[in-house]
């Protein structure tokens, strides 16, 4: 498989310029500062993932905001001055959010479609030639099939390539990133594609009494568990039982047997493999969190995929958190 060079151990930095507490300067200057930077450059990380919502740098009426373009530069230049790479990705673009699905819009307007084009060829004019940076088309879908994503993915590539031939571009499949979309997206050839997928499995764990999953709002698991009670759990709840019934035991070769999928799709597309996301919520023993990101790890390492946890600071997985702290350093070197 192909590798993504400069890319290989990552870092989000989610609640900044995407999903905010307060879409405001303030909170722009200080959630993230080149201190930040600086600080996951010493862990020995390589590139950090930076979410971006189109609310940030343009109006609602798609006017671009240079304030908010101001941003961006600056962390370029930070992660330039500190060796990082950076993946900009427009998290959220008019008509399109992951975490509102029901609301979605994108796929059904040719006008929100060529707002989303519009944005990425901005992006790629005033990005386009920098060293240290790749795109990211889009997060998350799931308002869409495979088909209506990869034409509209491919509608942008090309307007990327008129101004930046050769920059990465990452693109994930639907359903969330899953690894199961992966090999149903119809990409142009392409020499600088990336494939992507977010890994939070088993859900059950990752996830649990997180408020805004309803269904495990007031379920703990520990990890690895007895894979039984995991199929028990999901069971109960007809939902979250992805890969339970393929493996034979909860660790490492669960997640193994479901990021294979993923890494076949990437193998037979010849492009290089990326986790764009992956993490633990704040709300599970800490000890069984430092577990299975050792475990995630040797998975990553095995088929050599290139990845960016979730997440720096705050948002329920934020590892510079009190929680974490504990285990922060077992958590750093597994990333």
């Not at 942008?156 to 031939?165: D, F, L, S, V």
């Not at 639907?174 to 990336?194: C, R």
Request: glycine letters at 8%; aromatic letters at 12%; charged letters at 25%.
């Amino acid at each position: 498989m192909k590798s993504f060079d400069g890319y290989k151990r990552g870092i989000n930095l989610g609640g900044w310029l995407s999903q905010c507490a307060e879409y405001s300067e303030n909170h722009y200057n200080s959630f993230i500062t080149e201190n930040d930077i600086e600080k996951i450059a010493g862990w020995g990380l390589d590139h950090v993932r930076m979410p971006v919502d189109y609310m940030v740098i343009e109006d609602e009426d798609g006017t671009p905001s240079e304030s908010g373009y101001k941003h961006i530069d600056d962390c370029i230049e930070w992660c330039g001055k500190h060796g990082l790479n950076i993946i900009i990705d427009l998290h959220k673009t008019k008509g399109y959010s992951f975490d509102e699905a029901d609301k979605n819009s994108l796929f059904g307007s040719n006008e929100l479609q060529e707002r989303f084009i519009s944005i990425w060829k901005r992006f790629a004019e005033r990005y386009g030639k920098c060293k240290n940076v790749s795109f990211e088309l889009l997060n998350e879908i799931t308002a869409a099939d495979s088909e209506q994503w990869s034409r509209l993915a491919s509608e942008a590539i090309g307007e990327i390539r008129k101004y930046a031939p050769d920059i990465k571009i990452i693109i994930g499949g639907t359903q969330w990133n899953s690894v199961h979309t992966l090999a149903e997206l119809k990409i142009p050839a392409d020499d600088n594609i990336v494939y992507n997928f977010h890994f939070y499995e088993p859900f059950l764990f990752t996830h649990q009494l997180a408020p805004w999953q309803p269904l495990i709002a007031d379920k703990s698991i520990g990890y690895p568990a007895d894979i039984e009670e995991y199929r028990k759990r999901s069971e109960e709840i007809q939902c979250f039982g992805s890969g339970l019934k393929n493996a034979d035991k909860m660790g490492a070769e669960f997640m193994e047997k479901l990021i294979a999928e993923a890494v076949t799709a990437a193998e037979n597309a010849n492009v290089p493999l990326y986790c764009g996301e992956y993490g633990v919520i704040d709300r599970a023993d800490i000890e069984d969190t430092a577990e299975w990101y050792s475990d995630i790890h040797s998975v990553f390492e095995k088929y050599g995929i290139s990845r960016a946890t979730w997440t720096y600071k705050g948002m329920d997985f934020g590892i510079t958190e009190q929680h974490y702290s504990a285990e922060l350093e077992n958590i750093l070197k597994a990333l």
